[in-house]
């Protein structure tokens, strides 16, 4: 054997054993990076948690001015739509939403690629030609790329179809900023509500806390006189247990009205997003007015199927419901896409290692006309259900109006009427204590009258709070946006309704 040929051999041979190693050397590799990309789960440990806690609590309450005297239900309005959180919640969905409105607008840009690269290898691109006739080799072997390149290119490119696409979800997504801002409406709606309610319950509780405690103070010591009389047996056995049963009696109902009215301010405070725990005081208002409506019925209903939260969505639904169908339409016409674009090589075989090009290209995809008709009728499908349910809407809030209306009407009756029932049992309670203090009955009449006095205040007051709360139902079940600085948080004037009817207008 020549020595050109044990060369070879030994050369192949070795060239053998290298590529029978690749696939070894391969699979030691891809265990190393798996078992290097495991994953384990990695609990947050209690102090990560507790460092969290105290920036928390910043985030929530540090941002907020403190209690300054008693509180106003105009002043609770004002910082529960400032700083209650799930309020501002909806306020960074809004944000979020008008962010990406601006990506959409983006999307509608020509789209501007720059590219660049680096390649290389460790040998020549060698290669030869071959006659077709033949099949002899008719061009020695040459290269006409070098071994290390670099290239870069910058290219603009627009396509007038997906410009079109992205203008019909641009519009699409300022409708849904536009829902956002009627749930965030909704929202303050119902904070305002609740706002309301809890106000009014604070007041009551803060007026007859302080009652409620005297009796208590007094029942117990009435209890505590009524056992002496029943163990020197002053009394018959029988008359001094119902006296104890009368006085226990006062004693768990006054207990249970106080537990219940101590819940009042901390509900407000959560409202008005106060740091828990916090004692504040609520202005008591010198009047009890009874909230009147500056509008009939006919036109509370107008203003209702114009102004509600909900039928504004269901409006933009539909339009969305519209531009859906154009957007599905538009992806069935054919692609025009325009490109212009600079490159450069540097490999030194190129007679041109810089230069330009522009192009022109249509695509369109037959088979689409297929589809057009079931798209078509999808899309009008889609939109018809948007209008079925706005109708569905419309019969709802028209129900909504009528029954808070009622509701109005009815809790004032109702006020009027635990209003006189409560100044008779507060005259009786006084003629009562008048006698017991003369001598001329014991103080068991007294007591009970106090109790039934301080039960009536109580209706009373939750009537009065029933009848806010109806109120501001009913500007609620109107659609009517929240005025904090207002004496009742709405405005129910003809003034609204121009208003509302302005801002529908805008919708369409």
Request: with cysteine; net charge neutral; glycine share 6%.
């Amino acid at each position: 054997m020549s020595t050109t040929e044990t060369r070879m051999n030994n050369k192949q041979q070795t060239t053998g054993g290298a590529f029978r190693r690749v696939p070894a050397l391969t699979a030691v590799a891809t265990a190393l990076v798996l078992a290097g990309c495991a994953v384990t789960p990695q609990p947050i440990a209690s102090a990560e948690s507790k460092a969290t806690l105290e920036t928390d609590r910043q985030a929530m309450f540090g941002a907020q001015e403190p209690l300054s005297g008693p509180v106003t239900l105009e002043q609770a309005m004002e910082r529960a739509l400032r700083h209650n959180l799930d309020y501002r919640v909806k306020l960074m969905e809004e944000a979020l939403a008008q962010r990406q409105l601006d990506l959409s607008s983006v999307e509608m840009l020509p789209k501007l690629a720059l590219a660049a690269g680096y390649r290389g290898r460790d040998n020549d691109n060698a290669s030869s030609s071959q006659n077709v006739a033949t099949g002899q080799q008719s061009l020695v072997p040459s290269i006409s790329t070098e071994r290390n390149t670099q290239n870069g290119d910058l290219t603009l490119s627009w396509n007038v179809l997906d410009f079109g696409v992205s203008y019909y979800s641009a519009q699409q997504q300022s409708d849904r900023l536009l829902i956002l801002e009627q749930r965030k409406r909704k929202v303050a709606q119902q904070l305002i509500h609740q706002v309301r309610e809890a106000w009014w319950q604070a007041v009551g509780a803060q007026q007859l806390e302080g009652r409620i405690d005297a009796l208590l103070v007094e029942a117990h010591k009435a209890l505590e006189d009524a056992r002496q009389v029943e163990q020197q047996k002053l009394r018959s056995p029988l008359e001094s247990l119902n006296y104890r049963r009368q006085l226990l009696d006062v004693v768990r109902q006054m207990g249970m009205i106080r537990s219940s009215m101590a819940q009042a301010k901390p509900k407000l405070a959560a409202l008005m997003n106060v740091t828990p725990g916090t004692q504040f005081q609520v202005a008591v208002p010198e009047s009890m007015p009874v909230p009147v409506l500056n509008l009939k019925l006919e036109q509370m209903e107008e203003l209702a199927l114009l102004n509600r939260p909900e039928l504004q969505e269901a409006r933009y639904n539909e339009r969305i419901g519209t531009v859906e169908t154009r957007k599905a339409i538009a992806k069935l016409l054919p692609g025009l896409e325009f490109s212009v674009g600079t490159h450069h090589d540097s490999n030194k075989f190129l007679v041109n290692k810089s230069w330009s090009d522009a192009g022109l290209r249509v695509s369109w995809n037959l088979l689409n006309l297929f589809s057009a008709g079931p798209i078509k009728q999808a899309a009008k499908a889609q939109l018809d259900v948007a209008k079925a349910q706005r109708l569905a809407l419309n019969m709802a809030v028209l129900t909504q109006v009528n029954v808070a209306y009622l509701e109005l009407q009815g809790r004032s009756l109702q006020f009027g009427l635990e209003k006189e029932l409560s100044e008779v049992e507060q005259r009786i309670y006084v003629q009562n204590r008048n006698a017991s203090d003369s001598g001329v009955q014991g103080r068991l009449p007294a007591i009970l009258a106090d109790a039934n006095a301080v039960f009536s205040s109580l209706r009373f007051y939750q009537a009065y709070g029933s009848l806010q709360n109806a109120y501001g139902q009913m500007g609620a079940s109107l659609g009517l946006d929240p005025k904090p600085g207002h004496p009742t948080g709405y405005e129910l004037t003809a003034g609204a309704l121009d208003m509302a009817a302005r801002q529908t207008a805008q919708v369409q």
